[in-house]
């Protein structure tokens, strides 16, 4: 079993539509969670770190589910700037200091 | 800070010759990592260092690969020998810590293609 798992998509959202998403960890004692932005043919870079009781930055906020062990990303009024794959992040102590990847969830927001 | 460094940005080569992949982490990070990433596998962490010592290589494929950081600004990721299979985007990234919410800054990749 994947130790971070997430559903590749394609999401496919016109221009000030909400998109969430959802990715699902294996380690119930993992502490730390992220979620990275990638554009096409560049590296990942960090959007927003994760916290228990959950964190907003504009338009994107982020949920911590220890219970269901689920992390979801959520944007509201999308713009086309925000066409990336996001990658979720995960990583503890119990997972060895690794800081494991999703393989990513593709949006593309359309005009 | 330049970020991370990474060289060359573009390799190709042909099967069988042996390919160096180099790094430069932010200074005063102590840690660093290798990830390969192919649309099949995702990301890959393939070993990770703390203070210029390799902490956990069990993410590297097989042999023909082997990692090395001489010192705090350096290290290099070496595949010998190389093999259509290996074709990838290799990415380095460096750390404050691992343990917490700290940030991972990855340097722009090399894309290997092994013909």
């Known amino acids: 079993r994947k130790e971070v798992e997430q559903d590749p998509g394609p999401f496919n959202v016109p221009e000030g539509a909400t998109v969430a998403f959802n990715c699902t960890y294996s380690?119930?004692?993992?502490?730390?969670f992220f979620w990275y932005r990638q554009d096409c043919r560049k590296e990942p870079k960090l959007l927003m770190s994760v916290y228990s009781s959950g964190n907003e930055d504009g338009r994107f906020t982020a949920q911590l589910n220890r219970a269901s062990q689920y992390i979801s990303l959520l944007i509201r009024d999308s713009k086309l700037s925000d066409s990336a794959t996001y990658l979720c992040v995960v990583n503890g102590p119990d997972t060895g200091n690794q800081f494991y990847f999703g393989t990513g969830t593709s949006l593309t927001v359309i005009p | 800070d330049a970020g991370v460094i990474q060289s060359p940005r573009h390799e190709v080569t042909e099967m069988g010759q042996e390919v160096t992949l180099r790094c430069k982490p932010i200074?005063?990070?102590?840690?660093l990592f290798w990830y390969r990433q192919t649309m099949m596998r995702g990301l890959e962490l393939l070993i990770y260092?703390?203070?210029?010592?390799?902490?956990?290589d069990s993410g590297m494929p097989e042999d023909r690969f082997s990692a090395k950081m001489p010192n705090a600004s350096f290290s290099t990721l070496k595949i010998q020998p190389s093999e259509p299979r290996d074709s990838a985007v290799y990415f380095c990234a460096s750390s404050l810590g691992v343990k917490g919410p700290y940030e991972q800054y990855f340097g722009p990749g090399t894309r290997l293609t092994v013909t």
């Open positions: 200074s005063g990070h102590d840690y």
């Open positions: 260092f703390n203070n210029n010592v390799p902490i956990d």
């Open positions: 380690n119930s004692a993992s502490q730390s």
